[in-house]
C-alpha cells in the first residue's frame, strides 16, 4: 500500500485517442507516475511515449510488470482478458466502459477483484462532470427523466453499437439517480450508417415508478448532450457539454404559483481529470471507488436489456414487412 506522498506507478494499456487523453492527464496529477505506455501496435505506443517522455512498453507482460495501476483503454471486446492479467499480477484497474462484453465477464471479474483485494473502477466519466455532480447533490426523489446524446456521424466506435457506446453513460447515471431496480425495459433502434444499431430509444420504468426515456444517436445533424428529469416541484436541467446544471422551482409561497430558475454551484474541473485523480486515490487509501465493478456491471446489464428488446423489435418489424409482402403477392 502506497502512503498518500508516494506516487503510484501508473501504466496506459491501449493508445488510440481516448488512451492518449488518460496518458496525459496521468502525467498532470500528483499522485500518479505515468510509467509507461503500451499498445499492441508499437508506432502507437512510441508516438506517446515521445510526447510525453514516458517509454514505449514492448509487451502486455512488460506493462504488468512495470505498474503498480494500469488504465485499460482498449476495445471492450479485451476487456475482461487484460483487466483480469493485470488483477492477477497484482495491479488496480480501471476499466473504460462499458466493464466488458458480457455481463458474465463482468460478474467473473468483480469476484477476481474482491478476492483478490484490488481496486476495479469503470470509467464511467460523466459521474465526474460537474454539471452532473451539482444536479446530483439536489436529487432528492426523480420520477420522470429525458435524456438525449446525439453526435454527428464520426467513424470512431463503429465497431459498437450506440447503446454500448453512448447511451450507456445515462443508463448509468439514471440508475445512480433514482436508486430503484429496473421493472421493465421497451426499445428501438437502427442500423443507419453501420451493420451496427447507430440511433436507439429506449423507455426503461424503475419499481419505485420512476420513467426515463433515453434516445442515443450518432448520425444526428448536431451535437446534444442534454440529461433532464423532474422529482416533485422541481425540475433539474444538465447540460454535459457545457458542464452546468439549472434547477427550476415552483416557489409555493407567492399569492400566484412562480418559476424560480437557479443555476446550480458546479467546479470547473475536467471531468477525464477528477475521474483519474479519484481512481490514484483509491489505489492509495484503499477506498472502494464511486463507480466499481458493480456499478459497471449494473450499466452493461441494463444496456445488455436495452439491445435485447431492439434486437426483438427489429424482428417484429421484418416479420410483419414480410407477412405484408406475402399477403400482397395472393391478392
Known amino acids: 500500500m502506497h502512503p498518500s506522498s508516494a506516487k503510484t506507478p501508473v501504466v496506459v494499456i491501449g493508445g488510440g485517442e481516448h488512451g492518449k487523453r488518460h496518458a496525459r492527464q496521468f502525467r498532470q496529477i500528483a499522485g500518479a507516475e505515468l510509467v509507461g505506455v503500451y499498445d499492441r501496435q508499437p508506432e502507437r505506443s512510441e508516438e506517446i511515449a515521445a510526447e510525453l517522455g514516458v517509454r514505449a512498453l514492448q509487451s502486455l507482460e512488460e506493462a504488468l510488470e512495470r505498474g503498480r495501476a ?101 443508463l448509468d447515471l439514471a440508475l445512480w439517480l433514482v436508486k430503484a431496480p429496473v421493472a421493465e425495459v421497451r426499445a428501438v433502434g437502427l442500423a443507419v450508417l453501420s451493420d451496427k444499431v447507430d440511433i436507439a430509444n429506449a423507455r426503461v420504468e424503475f419499481e419505485n415508478g420512476a420513467v426515463a426515456n433515453f434516445t442515443a444517436s450518432r448520425v444526428s445533424t448536431e451535437k446534444v448532450r442534454k440529461f433532464r428529469y423532474f422529482q416533485p416541484h422541481e425540475y433539474i436541467s444538465i ?18 404559483p412562480r418559476i424560480d430558475f437557479r443555476k446550480l454551484e458546479a467546479n470547473s ?27 459497471g456491471r449494473a450499466a452493461l446489464a441494463l444496456a445488455v436489456q436495452v439491445m435485447t428488446c431492439i434486437q426483438e423489435h427489429a424482428s417484429r418489424v421484418q416479420l410483419s414487412q414480410a407477412g405484408r409482402g406475402s399477403h400482397g403477392d395472393e391478392l
Open 70 to 170: 494500469a488504465s485499460i483503454v482498449i476495445p471492450a471486446t479485451d476487456h475482461a482478458r487484460v483487466a483480469s492479467r493485470a488483477l492477477e499480477a497484482g495491479l488496480d484497474v480501471l476499466i473504460e466502459k462499458p466493464i466488458a462484453r458480457t455481463v458474465a465477464e463482468a460478474d467473473d471479474l468483480i469476484r477476481q477483484a474482491e478476492s483478490l483485494g484490488r481496486i476495479l473502477q469503470v470509467g464511467h466519466v460523466e459521474r465526474f462532470n460537474p454539471g452532473v455532480l451539482a444536479a446530483q447533490a439536489v436529487t432528492r426523489n426523480p420520477l420522470f427523466l429525458e435524456v438525449h446524446r446525439l453526435g454527428v456521424f464520426s467513424p470512431r466506435s463503429l465497431d459498437v453499437d450506440v447503446v454500448y457506446d453512448l447511451m450507456i453513460h445515462d
Open 269 to 295: 474541473r475536467e471531468p477525464l481529470e477528477a475521474e483519474l485523480e479519484s481512481f490514484i486515490e483509491c489505489v492509495q487509501t484503499r477506498r472502494p471507488p464511486g463507480v466499481g465493478g458493480r456499478e
Open 239 to 256: 447540460d454535459f457539454s457545457r458542464r452546468d446544471a439549472l434547477l427550476l422551482s415552483v416557489d409555493r409561497q407567492a399569492t400566484a
